[in-house]
């Protein structure tokens, strides 16, 4: 009896032995693949110069908010620069989103909302409509809504009826109204409040909920899960594959799986900085649009990849952190157009960067890189 | 009057003061509290003052610089409606620092001028429009602020966004909290103003009851934040609070009220011209309880305006100031405006002045570029200004100015307000 047991228990420890190995080399196998491959779209080759404040996916198109209006790519070419002599509400192109249903597009910039489709522009702002103020920084829709994220509270706007509806303070548990992004999940909406935290609107009961930084303190972070690390948040993801939140701040990088709270910060993981302009996540995947560069962080191997331009060489740096703080650099010939991140979307398996000299388009591959001893 | 050190070791002692708060303000101790503040509650995980970051941004490169003959200074100041005065002041200030810190021919023959937009009224959408004016049509190269909190922020985010260095009049103190590097104060926090004063009320003078009379608008609740906390920090009782409507504040119920129950201070955090009015109203109904003004209160509208420590005129006994120089350039600034405007500068005119100045400075180091504007703002350090002495901190902070000043008689007087006496 004893003796079966023993083997029995062997027979489970082998198992268990046999499955770590394997998960170690698919987690390995996984991690190795890196953006390697990067085409810029800068001043050099007729992009509009400086800052990319967002970057919008749709299909074989892509559409680039800059600082001197809207850029629609397609199939990887510059096709139109939309600016406010076309009818565009602002010069600034904080946010796009695309109604999938009827191909419009939604346009938040800093002098209003604009909706494209037909080749018109149709402009709301503050005098024109319900818009609750022309600094609009994030615009997402949902089904027959279009949510803008405004200085002055959130807007819905309904497509059907035309109609506008507000919330901020005096409706809704705003500490703040400055709301600087909105991501739209299945059952409810999520929006990044600068000084509020985070806020989730669900959409079935028609309920907001607050979440905010626990311990109080604007300039601590007293525990290290404490909750959202941060009040001022600057963007926020949801992620429909892990039901998880992730939220960016000026300080560090928090995620809620409604459960548990993880932090972020720069000085316990690989992240490159804690001042994060954006997060986008899906899968296993987050991406951290820092200022010092795009941190990618996958979730279920632990594994922290950073990229970024070598200021010295203008080479590629890809710095690998693994779990228990096991760094490793390597360089990639081609890298991103600035070290700078804004914002960030997904094209299969491909992604697009906003920076802040330009637009970067990254391709994943499982080609060689070079090892740097450091 | 209080020296340059004494302003440091204050500063010091306070943020030791702060860090107290912080441990006052333990979760409920529940037994993983307990066992959590048993082991790492005494040290953060983390703080911005240990591990902030600094703007490592673009911009700084020559493609970035602004072009044409003339570089704009953005001013944001009401011009109309009940803060008119403190508006006023402010551009009144301005206008002769561009005028002094202009003298000197600018390089490459450039001129400076003012931008200046009217921030007056409630509506945000008009302060949204007239921020955006200023930063893209007339391309200021920085934007100076005034002490109204919500425009602040409104102006910061922007800043932050496009990349605009912000000098601000505000005290809101989370405009600084926040880790962006676009932002820099000239004057003293909500917070500074309310440890000095609650270490003078309850330490020094060993009150109990104090009435917080405060505007129900976001600078408002940020002083109430402020001063519960600064009370707190002293295991003091929390000041009893009366909010007003600032579009229509109900003086009667509110005297109506301190008659019922009289505080041993009152202390209003409010806009200027609501705090001019209660005042007035104290004064006349006989109650002569001591009131404390925060900086925003006791601006021009107020009718109490002052520059601390500035020379009231040159056989004013109760007058302080620093050295020579300093005092000189004051005394000029002081007598100039007087002729100007009939009144005193309040500190809030003063640090407008000392704004204009420090952004004629960083463009003559830096040249038309933001970016290398803000590199200078950061770089600021023992700046003799009109309205102190200003350093910025790693956050954007002024640490170095914390007066309390008394106004008795016509007479203004340094209070020690100095945690270490």
């Known amino acids: ?374 | 009057m209080m020296s340059n050190r004494t302003h440091s070791r204050a500063a010091t002692l306070l943020a030791s003061t702060a860090t107290l708060a912080v441990l006052l303000l333990q979760p409920t101790a529940t037994p993983w509290a307990l066992a959590q503040s048993k082991t790492d509650a005494a040290v953060p995980y983390d703080s911005i003052a240990t591990d902030g970051e600094s703007y490592a941004g673009p911009a700084r490169e020559s493609a970035w610089d602004e072009a044409g003959p003339i570089l704009y200074i953005g001013l944001l100041a009401p011009l109309s409606g009940p803060e008119k005065a403190d508006g006023d002041a402010l551009v009144v200030a301005a206008r002769m620092a561009l005028h002094d810190a202009t003298q000197r021919p600018m390089p490459n023959g450039r001129r400076m001028e003012l931008a200046i937009g009217d921030e007056s009224g409630p509506s945000w959408g008009h302060v949204s429009d007239v921020i955006l004016h200023l930063v893209f049509k007339q391309q200021v190269v920085a934007l100076i602020t005034s002490t109204n909190g919500t425009d602040t922020h409104i102006s910061e985010q922007v800043g932050n966004r496009i990349g605009v260095p912000i000098l601000t009049l505000s005290t809101d103190a989370s405009t600084t909290q926040i880790d962006i590097p676009w932002i820099f104060r000239l004057g003293p926090s909500d917070d500074l103003q309310t440890q000095i004063m609650a270490h003078n009320l309850y330490r020094e003078r060993g009150l109990k009851s104090v009435l917080l009379i405060s505007d129900a608008d976001h600078d408002g609740r940020v002083g109430v934040t402020a001063m519960q906390h600064a009370a707190r920090a002293l295991g003091a009782p929390a000041p009893n609070e009366i909010v007003l409507n600032p579009l229509r504040p109900d003086f009667v119920s509110v005297l109506a009220r301190i008659h019922a129950n009289p505080p041993q201070a009152i202390v209003l955090w409010t806009r200027a011209d609501i705090a001019a009015t209660l005042v007035s109203s104290l004064h006349d109904d006989g109650i002569h309880t001591p009131v404390y003004l925060s900086q925003q209160a006791a601006q021009a509208g107020s009718g109490l305006a002052f520059l601390p420590f500035a020379r009231q005129s040159a056989d004013d006994p109760e007058s302080v100031a620093a050295d020579g120089n300093d005092a000189a350039v004051r005394a000029s600034f002081v007598s100039r405006y007087r002729q100007q405007t009939g009144s005193s500068p309040s500190a809030a005119a003063a640090e407008a002045y000392d704004a204009v100045c420090l952004t004629v400075r960083a463009v003559r180091a830096a040249g038309p570029n933001r970016a290398r504007v803000r590199d200078q703002f950061a770089k600021v350090r023992d700046f003799h200004g009109i309205s102190g002495v200003i350093t910025f901190d790693r956050q954007g902070n002024n640490p170095t100015q914390v007066h309390l000043v008394a106004l008795s008689q016509q007479k203004f007087s340094a209070m020690t307000g100095d945690p270490s006496k």
Request: glycine share 10%; with cysteine.
């Open chain 1, 1 to 374: 009896m004893e003796r079966t047991k023993a083997i029995s228990r062997v027979r489970d420890l082998l198992c268990i032995v046999g499955l770590l190995i394997l998960a170690t080399g698919w987690a390995t196998a996984q991690a190795s693949s890196y953006y390697t491959k990067w085409i810029n779209y800068t001043s050099a080759n007729g992009f509009p110069p400086g800052e990319v404040y967002c970057v919008t996916v749709d299909g074989n198109r892509v559409w680039a908010g800059t600082g001197h209006g809207l850029v629609l790519l397609e199939d990887g070419r510059i096709k139109k620069i939309f600016t406010t002599k076309d009818g565009l509400s602002g010069m600034a192109v904080m946010s796009v989103a695309v109604d999938k249903q009827t191909g419009a597009v939604w346009i938040g910039t800093f002098g209003g909302l604009s909706r494209y489709s037909g080749g018109q522009f149709t402009n709301y702002t503050n005098l024109s409509s319900g818009l609750a103020n022309d600094l609009v920084y994030g615009v997402a829709v949902q089904g027959q809504y279009v949510w803008v994220a405004t200085t002055a509270g959130v807007n819905r706007f309904d497509t059907y009826t035309g109609s506008w509806q507000i919330f901020n303070e005096s409706n809704a548990p705003f500490e703040e109204p400055w709301t600087y992004s909105i991501s739209v999940g299945a059952e409810k909406v999520y929006f990044a409040v600068w000084g509020g935290g985070v806020l989730s609107y669900d959409l079935a009961n028609h309920y907001w909920k607050p979440y905010t930084d626990p311990d109080g303190e604007m300039e601590l972070v007293l525990y290290r899960n404490q909750g959202l690390i941060h009040n001022i948040v600057s963007s926020v993801s949801w992620n429909p594959d892990t039901k998880t939140f992730w939220a960016s701040t000026y300080f560090g990088l928090s995620s809620y799986d409604g459960r548990n709270w993880h932090n972020y910060l720069k000085k316990d993981s690989g992240l490159i900085s804690n001042f994060i302009n954006a997060v986008k996540s899906r899968g296993d995947e987050v991406f951290a649009c820092t200022q010092k560069g795009l941190s990618e962080f996958n979730t279920r191997t632990n594994t922290w990849v950073t990229y970024r331009p070598d200021p010295k060489t203008g080479r590629g740096e890809i710095l690998i952190t693994r779990p228990g703080g096991n760094k490793r650099h390597m360089e990639s010939s081609t890298t991103l157009a600035h070290n700078y991140i804004l914002n960030l979307d997904f094209q299969g398996d491909d992604i697009w960067v906003a920076t802040a000299n330009g637009l970067s388009h990254g391709i994943r591959k499982h080609s060689k890189v070079v090892a740097i001893p450091r």
